[in-house]
């Protein structure tokens, strides 16, 4: 019985141990090592304090590191204090590769388990009336450092762990009203705590906080091809019976294809424009819904491990968005969209068109077996919540169709057999355009 609990633990602990999809260890000033490490928990109390003005998050990180060295995680703004295993310490930042930043603690440690407590304000997508505060942690995966760690620490995207808030709003009188794709749990009023699943990585987060009654809002059940019954919210300064009703149209559409929803629950912010997807969760226009819904099953139901997986689930929404086209060889352009720097942290743009022609051109190769979308049913129901890198897609198409795909990933994925020229001129797509800091903060 021992043994059993031992073996069960550490499968248990096992499951979400992803550093074998961590970045390379980074070579530090003096010798040092920057060393990847793997999120066990992280809890976070949040307090927004309407007098003044401050948000202020204390976040304790349970991790454990494989590697003596210093302990790679990411916060974009300085700490204000930081304390390791019950000690006060420094925190750095450092370049990977010259392609994005990342913040370590500068003091090496010994292989096990360490408790990092870290202070720091959210000053990002937070607006202060005298009465009552608006803070989200919108993100994007066009612009590097752009996740949660834009707000609170974290780990790159590889990694999984179970995250927790406790949020309070004080010195309010004001009723608000929080939208989060967690376990909610009302305390009182202005005060909550919520708890995520343990697979969720730092792009799976979905926080907006505001004052109640601001934004129409609609509740509805959506019956999964499961059984469940899965809660749907709406809200949006639009129409929110148009926003519901093309949601409920949309779930439907998707569990026929793809099977039944993944997430536990389905919110909408009808922003009129924006689009980004989180887990069972988007921000985004009416045009783009569909588009963004998708990416609960690709992107955030198989998860890229890193920036070279991400034009995966970007050329897979795209294909659905035009209507699931066959397209030819002679369609296809040769991208390098897998095959940037390991350490880099985002999608490369040319994932909705070129990419989108990769997928459709899969689809006219294998159609006379059967639909693309067949597979990709298959990939994610295999591959859910654990995150992939593309080398991992191509062999489940290859093993799927029982084929070899190196010479197409190499030529049109791979940038091995050089680059076609109109690669630099990337067009933006229509729903996910680029928002600039003043926009998104208007989405609130
Ligand atoms: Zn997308």
Same mark, same amino acid.
């Given at each position: 019985?021992?043994?059993?609990?031992?073996?069960?633990?550490?499968?248990?602990?096992?499951?979400?141990?992803?550093?074998?999809?961590?970045?390379?260890?980074?070579?530090?000033?003096?010798?040092?090592?920057?060393?990847?490490?793997?999120?066990?928990?992280?809890?976070?109390?949040?307090?927004?304090?309407?007098?003044?003005?401050?948000?202020?998050? =204390?976040?304790?990180?349970?991790?454990?590191?494989?590697?003596?060295?210093?302990?790679?995680?990411?916060?974009?703004?300085?700490?204000?204090?930081?304390?390791?295993?019950?000690?006060?310490?420094?925190?750095?930042?450092?370049?990977?590769?010259?392609?994005?930043?990342?913040?370590?603690?500068?003091?090496?440690? =010994?292989?096990?388990?360490?408790?990092?407590?870290?202070?720091?304000?959210?000053?990002?997508?937070?607006?202060?009336?005298? =009465?009552?505060?608006?803070?989200?942690?919108?993100?994007?995966?066009?612009?590097?450092?752009?996740?949660?760690?834009?707000?609170?620490?974290?780990?790159?995207?590889?990694?999984?762990?179970?995250?927790?808030?406790?949020?309070?709003?004080?010195?309010?009188?004001?009723?608000?009203?929080?939208?989060?794709?967690?376990?909610?749990?009302?305390?009182?009023?202005?005060?909550?705590?919520?708890?995520?699943?343990?697979?969720?990585?730092?792009?799976?987060?979905?926080?907006?906080? +505001?004052?109640?009654?601001?934004?129409?809002?609609?509740?509805?059940?959506?019956?999964?091809?499961?059984?469940?019954?899965?809660?749907?919210?709406?809200?949006?300064?639009?129409?929110?019976?148009?926003?519901?009703?093309?949601?409920?149209?949309?779930?439907?559409?998707?569990?026929?294809?793809?099977?039944?929803?993944?997430?536990?629950?389905?919110?909408?912010?009808?922003?009129?424009?924006?689009?980004?997807?989180?887990?069972?969760?988007?921000?985004? +226009?009416? +045009?783009?819904?569909?588009?963004?819904?998708?990416?609960?099953?690709?992107?955030?139901?198989?998860?890229?491990?890193?920036?070279?997986?991400?034009?995966?689930?970007?050329?897979?929404?795209?294909?659905?968005d035009g209507g699931y086209r066959s397209y030819s060889k002679r369609s296809l352009s040769k991208t390098?969209?897998?095959?940037?720097?390991?350490?880099?942290? =985002?999608?490369?743009?040319?994932?909705?068109?070129?990419?989108?022609?990769?997928?459709?051109?899969?689809?006219?190769?294998?159609?006379?077996?059967?639909?693309?979308?067949?597979?990709?049913?298959?990939?994610?129901?295999?591959?859910?919540?654990?995150?992939?890198?593309?080398?991992?897609?191509?062999?489940?198409?290859?093993?799927?169709?029982?084929?070899?795909?190196?010479?197409?990933?190499?030529?049109?994925?791979?940038?091995?057999?050089?680059?076609?020229?109109?690669?630099?001129?990337?067009?933006?797509?229509?729903?996910?355009?680029?928002?600039?800091?003043?926009?998104?903060?208007?989405?609130?």
């Open positions: 019985m021992k043994t059993f609990a031992l073996v069960a633990l550490l499968l248990s602990m096992q499951t979400f141990a992803n550093l074998h999809l961590a970045p390379p260890t980074l070579n530090l000033e003096r010798s040092s090592k920057g060393i990847f490490v793997d999120f066990k928990t992280a809890s976070s109390v949040i307090t927004y304090d309407i007098k003044t003005r401050k948000a202020l998050a =204390t976040t304790t990180i349970e991790f454990s590191q494989s590697v003596a060295g210093k302990p790679i995680f990411d916060l974009v703004n300085n700490p204000s204090s930081l304390l390791i295993d019950g000690v006060s310490a420094v925190s750095k930042t450092t370049s990977m590769n010259g392609v994005s930043k990342v913040r370590y603690i500068d003091k090496k440690l =010994t292989i096990g388990n360490h408790t990092l407590v870290i202070e720091n304000d959210i000053t990002k997508n937070l607006s202060w009336s005298s =009465t009552y505060v608006r803070s989200a942690f919108w993100m994007s995966d066009l612009s590097d450092r752009k996740y949660l760690e834009q707000y609170l620490p974290t780990n790159l995207e590889y990694d999984q762990y179970k995250n927790s808030f406790e949020i309070k709003i004080i010195n309010s009188e004001i009723e608000h009203v929080l939208y989060t794709n967690g376990d909610l749990l009302e305390i009182s009023k202005n005060h909550w705590t919520v708890s995520y699943p343990e697979t969720f990585t730092a792009s799976s987060l979905f926080f907006h906080m +505001s004052k109640k009654g601001l934004k129409d809002e609609k509740k509805e059940i959506y019956k999964s091809i499961d059984g469940r019954e899965i809660p749907v919210t709406v809200y949006t300064n639009q129409s929110v019976n148009r926003f519901m009703s093309s949601t409920l149209r949309i779930l439907a559409e998707l569990e026929k294809d793809y099977g039944p929803w993944p997430h536990k629950q389905v919110i909408v912010y009808g922003a009129g424009s924006g689009g980004m997807e989180y887990c069972g969760a988007t921000i985004t +226009s009416h +045009s783009a819904l569909g588009h963004e819904l998708t990416h609960s099953y690709f992107a955030r139901g198989i998860m890229p491990a890193h920036g070279n997986s991400g034009w995966v689930d970007e050329a897979i929404a795209s294909w659905r390098i969209m897998a095959s940037h720097s390991t350490y880099q942290r =985002t999608t490369d743009r040319n994932a909705y068109s070129k990419g989108m022609k990769f997928i459709g051109y899969l689809h006219g190769k294998f159609k006379e077996q059967e639909s693309f979308k067949v597979f990709l049913k298959s990939f994610f129901e295999t591959r859910k919540f654990k995150p992939f890198k593309t080398h991992e897609f191509k062999s489940a198409v290859e093993a799927f169709y029982n084929t070899t795909l190196t010479n197409e990933f190499d030529t049109y994925i791979y940038g091995r057999n050089g680059i076609d020229k109109s690669d630099i001129k990337v067009k933006e797509n229509a729903f996910h355009p680029h928002l600039s800091s003043k926009e998104l903060f208007n989405l609130l």
